[in-house]
């Protein structure tokens, strides 16, 4: 018989609990009182507050001008409902800013120095542009190079693990090009990242 009562009176408990609730949020706001006067003095803010976008100045033998960032491309006719790029955004790389935009740059013209020769001799074999570049002192750990089509070489570096510097470029017989970056989003290393959401 004493459990009937326990039960009986948890079972009363929970709708006055809940009327106790419902009750405390009600209430009449007077004009004029103080949490009117605090909103006059202080008003909501009307926007987000957005980060300020890093001053990139020029780093040494670069132009005063520094070249504008790659943006996103919005100006396709994408249905509504796709979300191609929204998905795959953790494959586009961070950019650098700052001394370690200038590392970059530095780094990608000393690399493009020394690929030059190989190069203008049309020597276009993976091993060799890995030798240039551990040449350079990067670490054989960090370089890889890759046939890129039947005449190029494609390449990657971990210039530098903290904070994170990667160089990635390709070579063929018209040109020797590389790019500095800070890595991906969600994912460690300079290796571009596979999957999707």
């Given at each position: 018989m004493a459990m009937?009562?326990?039960?009986?009176?948890?079972?009363?408990?929970?709708?006055?609990?809940?009327?106790?609730?419902?009750?405390?949020?009600c209430g009449t706001q007077q004009p004029g009182g103080t949490a009117d006067a605090y909103r006059r003095s202080h008003p909501t803010p009307t926007g987000m507050a957005t980060p300020s976008t890093p001053v990139d100045l020029p780093c040494p033998g670069e132009s005063a001008t520094p070249t504008p960032l790659?943006?996103?491309?919005?100006?396709?006719?994408?249905?509504?409902?796709?979300?191609?790029?929204?998905?795959?955004?953790?494959?586009?790389?961070?950019?650098?800013?700052?001394?370690?935009?200038?590392?970059?740059?530095?780094?990608?013209?000393?690399?493009?120095?020394?690929?030059?020769?190989?190069?203008?001799?049309g020597d276009f074999a993976p091993e060799h542009?890995?030798?240039a570049l551990t040449g350079l002192g990067y670490p054989a750990g960090k370089v890889r190079s890759y046939e890129n089509g039947p005449t190029g070489v494609g390449f990657l570096i971990e210039v530098d693990a903290s904070p994170l510097?990667?160089?990635e470029g390709t070579m063929n017989p018209g040109?020797?090009?590389?790019?500095?970056?800070?890595?991906?989003?969600?994912?460690?290393?300079?290796?571009?990242?596979?999957g999707g959401h």
């Amino acid at each position: 018989m004493a459990m009937i009562r326990r039960t009986r009176a948890r079972r009363g408990m929970l709708p006055v609990a809940v009327l106790a609730v419902l009750a405390a949020g009600c209430g009449t706001q007077q004009p004029g009182g103080t949490a009117d006067a605090y909103r006059r003095s202080h008003p909501t803010p009307t926007g987000m507050a957005t980060p300020s976008t890093p001053v990139d100045l020029p780093c040494p033998g670069e132009s005063a001008t520094p070249t504008p960032l790659p943006t996103a491309d919005t100006s396709g006719s994408a249905a509504p409902g796709d979300h191609y790029a929204e998905n795959h955004g953790f494959r586009v790389p961070f950019p650098l800013h700052g001394r370690r935009r200038c590392d970059g740059l530095a780094a990608v013209g000393r690399i493009e120095a020394a690929l030059e020769p190989l190069r203008e001799r049309g020597d276009f074999a993976p091993e060799h542009t890995r030798s240039a570049l551990t040449g350079l002192g990067y670490p054989a750990g960090k370089v890889r190079s890759y046939e890129n089509g039947p005449t190029g070489v494609g390449f990657l570096i971990e210039v530098d693990a903290s904070p994170l510097l990667c160089v990635e470029g390709t070579m063929n017989p018209g040109s020797t090009r590389a790019e500095s970056f800070g890595g991906y989003p969600d994912h460690s290393g300079c290796e571009t990242p596979s999957g999707g959401h």
